[in-house]
Nanobody
Framework: QVQLVESGGGLVQAGGSLRLSCAAS????????MAWFRQAPGKEREFVAA????????NYADSVKGRFTISRDNGKNTVYLQMNSLKVEDTAVYYC?????????????????WGQGTQVTVSS
């Protein structure tokens, strides 16, 4: 497993943008499928976006399609989540997750490495 550390969260007004980063330890990052999940207060954790280990094939939740973009830089051991046109309902703790040889699954159970989360708050 890799160690994952998220950063980039914060407070932003509706309509604004944020870019989250997730830095991974180790030398096997390029073999990991990566994903972002989020959890709002009182709600279950939900899938946001994922990217396969072997390519840039991505998968998005319907609620973020066209607004969020997941990408990876294997040279920097980092996966990103660019979030544009943010809405109040995007407010949540965002978690980075990974699985070696992983695809772009939208199931939390398919990932075995998790970060500690970063808070994103969108104000109206």
């Amino acid at each position: 497993q890799v160690q994952l550390v998220e950063s980039g969260g914060g407070l932003v007004q509706a309509g604004g943008s944020l870019r989250l980063s997730c830095a991974a330890s180790g030398r096997t990052f390029s073999t990991y499928g990566m994903a972002w999940f989020r959890q709002a207060p009182g709600k279950e954790r939900e899938f946001v976006a994922a990217i396969r280990w072997s390519s840039d094939v991505t998968n998005y939740a319907d609620s973020v399609k066209g607004r969020f973009t997941i990408s990876r830089d294997n040279g920097k051991n980092t996966v990103y989540l660019q979030m544009n046109s943010l809405k109040v309902e995007d407010t949540a703790v965002y978690y980075c997750a990974g699985k070696r040889w992983g695809t772009n699954s939208d199931r939390a159970l398919d990932y075995d490495s998790w970060g500690q989360g970063t808070q994103v708050t969108v104000s109206s």
